[in-house]
C-alpha cells in the first residue's frame, strides 16, 4: 500500500498538497489523526515508500510540503528532499526523526522535528506554516495550524 490516503482530489495535482512520508504505517496514521483533530482533513496524501513518493511526483503530484521521517530503508529524508528538488526545484521540507542527533550530521536545510516528545505535532503544525508561508491555513481552511 504506497499511498494510504484513499481520495486524491485533481486540485492535488496543482501544488495543494500536502505530503506525509513514512515506512511505519502507525506513524502516518498517528500523524493523519492529529492533522484532523487540528482541522486538516482534505489534501493530505500519506506514502509508506520514498520511491513511490518520487514516482507519484514525476506523474505530476506537486506537494506545497513534504514531511518525511529521516531513516527509511531506501534513502534517508535528506536524501529524498534532494531527489524532489532535482525533479521539481525547492520544495519546503520538514524532517522527522526518533533521533534529531543523527539528521544533524548531514548538511541540508530543513528543520528537524523529534518524533516522540510531547511537542510534536505543535511544533509540526508551526513548522508547516512557518514553512509554506500560510499556505497550510490557505488549503485548509479550518486548520488550526
Known amino acids: 500500500m504506497n499511498r494510504i490516503f484513499d481520495r486524491i482530489e485533481q486540485d492535488l495535482v496543482m501544488g495543494n498538497c500536502i505530503v506525509v512520508l513514512d515506512?511505519?504505517?502507525?506513524?502516518?496514521?498517528?500523524?493523519?489523526?492529529?492533522?484532523?483533530?487540528?482541522?486538516?482533513?482534505?489534501?493530505?496524501?500519506l506514502f509508506e515508500s520514498p520511491s513511490s513518493l518520487l514516482e507519484s511526483i514525476k506523474d505530476g503530484l506537486a506537494p506545497i510540503i513534504i514531511i518525511t521521517d529521516y531513516q527509511m530503508p531506501e534513502m534517508n529524508g535528506v536524501e529524498l528532499l534532494q531527489k524532489v528538488e532535482e525533479l521539481v526545484g525547492f520544495t519546503p521540507?520538514?524532517?522527522?526523526?526518533?533521533d534529531p542527533r543523527?539528521?544533524?550530521?548531514?548538511?541540508?536545510?530543513?528543520?528537524?522535528?523529534?518524533?516522540?516528545?510531547?511537542?510534536?505535532?505543535?511544533?509540526?503544525?508551526?513548522?508547516?506554516?512557518?514553512?509554506?508561508?500560510g499556505m497550510v491555513r490557505a488549503i485548509c481552511p479550518k486548520s488550526v495550524a
Do not use: N, W
Open 93 to 98: 521540507g520538514i524532517i522527522t526523526t526518533a
Open 23 to 45: 515506512d511505519l504505517p502507525l506513524t502516518l496514521e498517528f500523524i493523519r489523526y492529529h492533522f484532523e483533530i487540528a482541522g486538516i482533513t482534505e489534501k493530505i496524501v
Open 102 to 133: 543523527a539528521v544533524s550530521m548531514s548538511l541540508h536545510r530543513y528543520p528537524i522535528l523529534e518524533k516522540g516528545v510531547p511537542q510534536f505535532i505543535g511544533d509540526l503544525l508551526f513548522s508547516m506554516e512557518q514553512c509554506t508561508g
